[in-house]
């Protein structure tokens, strides 16, 4: 661990980096996924169990931690690794995501944006400086700026506004964020689906010399081919000794394409929110535990992995769970997920010390595609 926030780039396999990120509360290896816990709980999780996954850092978010408990509050308790029990790095998002979803409960503005609580009804102001503030009384390691993400598709024009004022709100919270040993503020590229203004957006941020960056506005509902196309346009804009954060993404499929590409960081609910409906990601490919066939399966997800969940727990069970709408069902397998998501990871990162990512993530996909209706 170190004092200062530090990125080193160990090594590259293709597009693929290996890497690592020191700070204070701890190291970060990357290629990384975070686990999404919102309003400071990894849903259905204990955090003990996400960092026994092999997690090194989770994501908290701002809008809904300042609406409650509210960030005062947890300033008071001691801030949120203490009030969570999580003594690891804590990125927190800088809540623009969640604001801009409030299409008829938000006024936006170049001071930022007013809108109404989605739990209360309030009144509240989101500024670049409040959001910086915010995330400064949560304590969180790794702060985003507070940008505004445009949902697909859009007109040029409108694309062009937002991301011209995402690049003015950046340049606010950089001064309201100053120098924080120790911590880091990233910017977010923004652009849609336009090229041009993702190559704007990324040279605009890289000029600003900040501590890492986002892709942002990539995980609103547009094609997978879209959003890759818009990673190869923008990432050899990017410093390469910085880290490179893809924001809300993905599937399996979508981290190892985007890991091809040059990304260093991962985030996305997908794991648990699967989970708690029922579907598991295994190295076999998606499986619906819902399904009758799953009903007499005494087989594991995955005999072969180190969770619990994955192999301790037959199918049958499973789906008994999960058909029977009882808790531990969602529980068992946001676990066997956030255990895949992880050991997807460290798979990723040993294949490209050792020079061979191209190979595993094309033995990798064949085992999605081959499907788990044989033993594994």
Same mark, same amino acid.
């Given at each position: 661990?170190?004092?200062?926030?530090?990125?080193?780039?160990?090594?590259? =396999?293709?597009?693929?980096?290996?890497?690592?990120?020191?700070?204070?509360?701890?190291?970060?290896r990357t290629p990384a996924f975070m686990p999404v816990g919102t309003v400071g709980t990894v849903k259905a999780m204990y955090l003990d169990q996400v960092r026994e996954t092999g997690a090194d850092i989770i994501l908290g978010n701002t809008y809904h931690l300042m609406l409650r408990p509210t960030?005062?509050?947890?300033?008071?308790?001691?801030?949120?690794?203490?009030?969570?029990?999580?003594?690891?790095?804590?990125?927190?998002?800088?809540?623009?995501?969640?604001?801009m979803?409030?299409?008829g409960l938000r006024k936006l503005d170049e001071q930022g944006v007013t809108f109404k609580s989605h739990v209360d009804g309030s009144l509240h102001h989101m500024s670049p400086e409040r959001s910086i503030e915010i995330q400064g009384l949560l304590d969180s390691d790794i702060q985003m700026q507070l940008d505004e993400c445009v949902a697909l598709p859009a007109t040029p024009k409108e694309i062009e506004r937002a991301m011209e004022m995402s690049l003015r709100w950046a340049e606010r919270c950089k001064v309201?964020?100053?120098?924080?040993?120790?911590?880091?503020?990233?910017?977010?590229?923004?652009?849609?689906?336009?090229?041009?203004?993702?190559?704007?957006?990324?040279?605009a941020l890289s000029g600003m010399d900040l501590k890492g960056y986002a892709v942002g506005g990539l995980a609103v509902g547009e094609p997978q081919e879209v959003?890759?196309?818009?990673?190869?346009?923008?990432?050899?804009?990017?410093?390469?000794?910085?880290?490179?954060?893809?924001?809300?993404?993905?599937?399996? =499929?979508?981290?190892?394409?985007?890991?091809?590409?040059?990304?260093?960081?991962?985030?996305?609910?997908?794991?648990?929110r699967s989970g708690r409906h029922g579907l598991a990601f295994t190295r076999r490919g998606k499986v619906?535990?819902?399904?009758?066939?799953?009903?007499?399966?005494?087989?594991?997800?995955?005999?072969?992995?180190?969770c619990p969940a994955s192999r301790d727990y037959s199918r049958a069970y499973l789906h008994h769970l999960v058909r029977a709408n009882e808790a531990l069902g969602g529980m068992l397998l946001s676990w066997h997920n956030?255990?895949?998501?992880?050991?997807?990871?460290?798979?990723?990162?040993?294949?490209?010390?050792?020079?061979?990512?191209?190979?595993?993530?094309?033995?990798?996909?064949?085992?999605?595609?081959r499907g788990d209706l044989e033993p594994v």
């Open positions: 661990m170190t004092e200062s926030f530090q990125f080193q780039l160990k090594k590259t =396999d293709g597009g693929a980096r290996l890497g690592e990120v020191s700070m204070p509360r701890g190291t970060i960030a005062e509050r947890v300033a008071r308790l001691g801030g949120l690794h203490q009030l969570i029990r999580w003594p690891h790095p804590i990125l927190t998002d800088s809540g623009g995501f969640q604001v979803s409030l299409s309201a964020f100053g120098n924080q040993p120790g911590k880091a503020m990233f910017g977010i590229v923004q652009g849609g689906d336009v090229p041009e203004l993702r190559v704007r957006s990324a040279q959003m890759l196309r818009m990673l190869d346009i923008t990432l050899p804009e990017l410093p390469t000794q910085k880290p490179r954060y893809l924001m809300g993404v993905g599937t399996p =499929d979508d981290i190892l394409k985007s890991v091809a590409r040059g990304i260093d960081m991962f985030d996305c609910v997908m794991p648990t619906n535990i819902r399904n009758a066939r799953h009903a007499e399966d005494m087989r594991p997800l995955d005999e072969q992995s180190n956030l255990a895949y998501y992880q050991e997807l990871m460290q798979g990723i990162r040993k294949a490209i010390a050792e020079g061979r990512f191209a190979d595993f993530m094309a033995e990798t996909q064949e085992n999605w595609a």
